[in-house]
DNA sequence: ATTGGGGTTCATGTGATGCG
DNA sequence: CGCATCACATGAACCCCAAT
């Protein structure tokens, strides 16, 4: 393994998630992590005054990442009392890399190359959770397709080739939803491909750049000629 | 040296709550 | 109901630090 990376996960991710926990803002998340909070109960445990805290728990109310929980019953007026958003766990989480690495390591040795892509592609197509309308057209569909894409982390964008309805899309995929797996088990760009073919009800073929620390992806969706489920050989 | 951004404190005002 | 107290919101000012 290089410098730059552990466990699959770039230094510079590790680095990024240490200078916000390291920040107030940070710290204030960390806190709320335990257990509900309140703003003057943040503000004894952190050091500041609570006109320090309150910013901080604002903006993260916004972004989302904070919820606030109900009252608790003070002297006088009840105190909002804070809670981290279910969702914001997902910020401190560095065991789901390393687990995917070593189930899909195990997976391997146990089940053989090729029923192992088998349940690749199964877990592709069922990521598909709402497969687009078969009537629609291939753009609509490819849409719809690369909206998912980005709902689970990709940056993706639509190329068109070819006229008129039997054209041909290429989706490229400047950031790969599972960029971090992916350079440890190639064999997972055939979840992709499988999740596109499935959710555009249409053909898919995957080609992955695998240079550098960010793998790019470029999906070739085609309308489907037939009802045969496309199934690529690759060599891995 | 300057500049800009982030973070904090302080001052002040508003609204909610409990008590007499 | 009026007052006191407390939580909360807002704006101005200051400090620190990194970038230029």
Same mark, same amino acid.
């Not at 992709?192 to 999906?219: F, Q, W, Y």
């Given at each position: 393994?290089?410098?730059?990376?552990? %466990?699959?996960?770039?230094?510079? #991710?590790?680095?990024?998630?240490?200078?916000?926990?390291?920040?107030?803002?940070?710290?204030?998340?960390?806190?709320?992590?335990?257990?509900?909070?309140?703003?003057?109960?943040?503000?004894?445990?952190?050091?500041?005054?609570?006109?320090? =805290?309150?910013?901080?728990?604002?903006?993260?109310?916004?972004?989302?990442?904070?919820?606030?929980?109900?009252?608790?019953?003070?002297? /006088?007026?009840?105190?909002?009392?804070?809670?981290?958003?279910?969702? *914001?766990?997902?910020?401190?989480? @560095?065991?789901?890399?390393?687990?995917?690495?070593?189930? !899909? %390591?195990?997976?391997?040795?146990?089940?053989?190359? %090729?029923?192992?892509?088998?349940?690749?592609?199964?877990?592709? /197509?069922? #990521?598909?959770?709402?497969?687009?309308?078969? %009537?629609? &057209?291939? *753009?609509? /569909?490819?849409?719809?397709?690369?909206? !998912?894409?980005?709902? #689970?982390?990709?940056?993706?964008? =639509?190329?068109?080739?070819?006229?008129?309805?039997?054209?041909?899309?290429? =989706?490229?995929?400047?950031?790969?939803?599972?960029?971090?797996?992916?350079?440890?088990?190639?064999?997972?760009?055939?979840?992709?491909?499988?999740?596109?073919?499935?959710?555009?009800?249409?053909?898919?073929?995957?080609?992955? @750049?695998?240079?550098?620390?960010?793998?790019?992806?470029? =999906? @070739?969706?085609?309308?489907?000629?037939?009802?045969? /489920?496309?199934?690529?050989?690759? &060599?891995?």
């Amino acid at each position: 393994m290089s410098g730059t990376e552990r %466990d699959g996960r770039p230094v510079a #991710l590790t680095r990024w998630r240490k200078a916000l926990l390291t920040s107030t803002r940070g710290q204030i998340i960390d806190r709320l992590r335990s257990a509900d909070r309140t703003v003057e109960e943040l503000a004894t445990a952190l050091g500041v005054t609570d006109n320090a =805290i309150r910013p901080h728990v604002q903006q993260l109310e916004r972004q989302g990442l904070v919820l606030r929980t109900g009252a608790r019953p003070g002297a /006088r007026r009840p105190a909002v009392t804070y809670k981290l958003a279910p969702g *914001a766990e997902l910020l401190f989480s @560095e065991g789901y890399v390393p687990f995917l690495d070593q189930l !899909l %390591d195990v997976l391997g040795g146990t089940l053989g190359r %090729d029923d192992l892509n088998d349940v690749i592609r199964t877990t592709g /197509r069922r #990521l598909a959770a709402r497969p687009a309308d078969r %009537d629609a &057209p291939l *753009a609509a /569909r490819v849409q719809a397709t690369v909206a !998912l894409l980005k709902e #689970l982390g990709g940056v993706m964008e =639509i190329e068109k080739r070819g006229n008129g309805g039997n054209g041909t899309y290429v =989706i490229h995929g400047s950031s790969c939803p599972f960029a971090a797996i992916v350079r440890l088990h190639p064999e997972v760009c055939l979840a992709i491909e499988s999740l596109v073919a499935e959710m555009a009800g249409a053909r898919a073929h995957a080609r992955c @750049e695998r240079l550098g620390d960010a793998p790019r992806c470029h =999906i @070739e969706v085609s309308p489907r000629p037939s009802r045969n /489920r496309p199934r690529a050989a690759r &060599p891995w």
